[in-house]
C-alpha cells in the first residue's frame, strides 16, 4: 500500500515507475494548485516566496541557537559520523554507514530479506533512498502509514476519480468498501487489526540524532508513525549524516525548533532495542518495543556538500517546511542527483524562500546554476 501507487490508480500522475514522493516532487515545482501538488504538499510545504517565524523574539532566538548547532555539527562531521555510530553499537544497536542510496538499499535488504511485512514512515532519506519501492521489488509487503492522510486529502479534493480509489483501497485491504465516506476507516481499522498487528519490520527517519549518547530524536503528529517504531521486531531508521548533533541537549534544542516551527507535537526519543530489567533484574531485550534497532547514516553527497563552501549551509536545513521547500529540494537535487535544471527553474519563478534558519537558498542555487 504505497501512496506513488494510489495516486496511479487515481490518475493524479502517469504510470510510469516512480520510486518515491520526490520522483512526484520534480513535477509539483512551478504547479502548486494542481490536484497532485495540493496531495504532494503533505510531505512538501509548496511554492513560498516569504517564510518567516514570528517575530516573538524567543523563536527568533531559538532558531538562531538551531542554526549554530548545525553549523558546528557539519563543521565536525566527521568526527560526530564515528561518535554516533560507536554510542549507537554501545546501545546495543547496530549502525551502518552507507555512501549512497544503492548502498542504503542493500543494507536495508539484507536485514529485511524477503516475505515481512512492513510499516514505513514518509521521511526525507527513506524516500531518498525508494527504500519502500526497493523492499517491495524483493518480495515484501510494504505499508506507507500515511496513506491516512493522503486519502484525507483526497476526500477533500474535487474531481477526483472516487471509483479508482475504492477499488484500490478494496484491492489493498482484501474486502470491498461501499462508499467513498467510508474509505478512511475501513483503512484505519485495517491497519490498527491486521497491518501493526502482523508487521514484522518498521521503518522511519529521524528528525536529529544525538551523537552522544547515539539517541534518535523523531518529531511527528502522527500516532502512526509512532506505532511504527515501537510495535514491529525490528526497528530500521534511515537518517542522513547531516542530521546529527553532537549532545543530548543540542538534540533537545534542535528538536523544540523543528516543533515549534512546523507545529507538530509529538517528539520521540529512541535510546535503543526496547528492553526492561524488570524480571529479576536481567536485562531482557524486546519487552515493550522492537528488539532490534538498526540505524542507517546516509552520505549520498553530504559529506561533500560539507566540504564545499557554496553548499556546506544546505546542510543546516532541518526540514521545517516538512520534506522541503521547492528551492531547497531544487538544491538538494542537485546535491543527490547532479541535476542543474530545478535550480534554474526555481529562479525562473521566483521561489528563493526566504529560510527561517538565515540559509542563503538564492545564493546557493545561484552558484548551482553557474549563473
Known amino acids: 500500500m504505497r501512496i506513488v501507487e494510489l495516486l496511479q490508480e487515481v490518475g493524479l500522475c502517469e504510470k510510469q515507475p516512480y520510486g518515491s514522493i520526490y ?8 504547479d502548486e ?3 497532485l501538488a495540493q496531495v504532494i504538499s503533505l510531505f512538501y510545504s509548496g511554492y ?9 523574539s524567543e523563536m527568533l532566538e531559538l532558531a538562531k541557537e538551531a ?21 549507537i553499537e554501545e546501545n546495543k544497536g547496530h549502525c551502518y554507514v552507507a555512501k549512497d542510496a544503492e548502498g542504503a538499499r542493500r543494507i536495508a535488504g539484507e536485514i529485511v530479506g524477503t516475505g515481512k511485512m512492513v510499516v514505513e514512515v514518509i521521511d526525507h532519506a527513506v524516500e531518498e533512498v525508494e527504500l519502500g519501492e526497493h523492499l517491495a521489488s524483493i518480495g515484501n509487503e510494504v505499508y506507507e502509514v500515511a496513506i491516512l492522510e493522503v486519502l484525507s486529502k483526497l476526500r477533500s479534493l474535487s474531481g477526483v476519480d472516487e471509483g479508482s480509489i475504492l477499488r484500490y483501497m478494496s484491492r489493498i485491504i482484501g474486502r470491498e468498501i461501499p462508499k467513498f465516506d467510508e474509505s478512511l476507516d475501513h483503512v484505519r481499522r485495517f491497519l490498527k487489526d491486521e497491518v501493526f498487528r502482523r508487521a514484522e519490520i518498521g521503518v522511519s527517519g529521524a528528525s536529529v540524532i ?6 534518535l530524536f523523531l518529531v511527528t503528529s502522527s500516532g502512526a508513525d509512532r506505532l511504527v517504531t515501537m510495535t514491529p521486531e525490528v526497528h530500521i531508521v534511515i537518517a542522513g549524516v547531516n542530521d546529527i548533533v553532537p549532545s543530548y541537549s543540542e ?20 535510546g535503543g532495542p526496547s528492553k526492561t530489567g524488570d524480571i529479576e533484574k536481567r536485562i531482557t531485550y524486546g519487552a515493550h518495543g522492537p528488539r532490534e534497532l538498526h540505524v542507517i547514516l546516509l552520505d549520498n553527497g553530504r559529506m561533500e556538500a560539507a566540504r564545499d563552501p557554496a553548499l556546506r549551509e544546505a546542510l543546516y536545513c532541518t526540514r521545517c517546511g516538512s520534506l522541503y521547500t521547492p528551492s531547497m529540494w531544487a538544491v538538494w537535487s542537485y546535491i543527490l542527483k547532479d541535476d ?5 527553474k526555481c529562479l ?11 540559509i542563503d537558498l538564492e545564493g546557493i542555487l545561484l552558484h548551482i546554476s553557474g549563473t
Open 23 to 30: 520522483d512526484l516532487m520534480n513535477i509539483v515545482v512551478g
Open 67 to 87: 542554526r549554530r548547532i548545525k553549523e558546528h555539527s557539519i563543521e565536525h562531521l566527521d568526527e560526530l559520523v564515528k561518535l554516533a555510530c560507536d554510542n
Open 251 to 270: 538534540a533537545f534544542k534542535v528538536s523544540e525548533y523543528i516543533m515549534r516551527s512546523t507545529g507538530q507535537a509529538t517528539l520521540c526519543v529512541i
Open 48 to 56: 513560498v516566496k516569504e517564510r518567516k517565524l514570528s517575530d516573538e
Open 340 to 344: 542543474r535544471e530545478l535550480a534554474k
Open 210 to 215: 544525538a551523537a552522544d549518547p547515539g539517541a
Open 348 to 358: 525562473e519563478l521566483g521561489c528563493s524562500d526566504a529560510c527561517p534558519l538565515g
Open 33 to 35: 494548485d494542481s490536484p
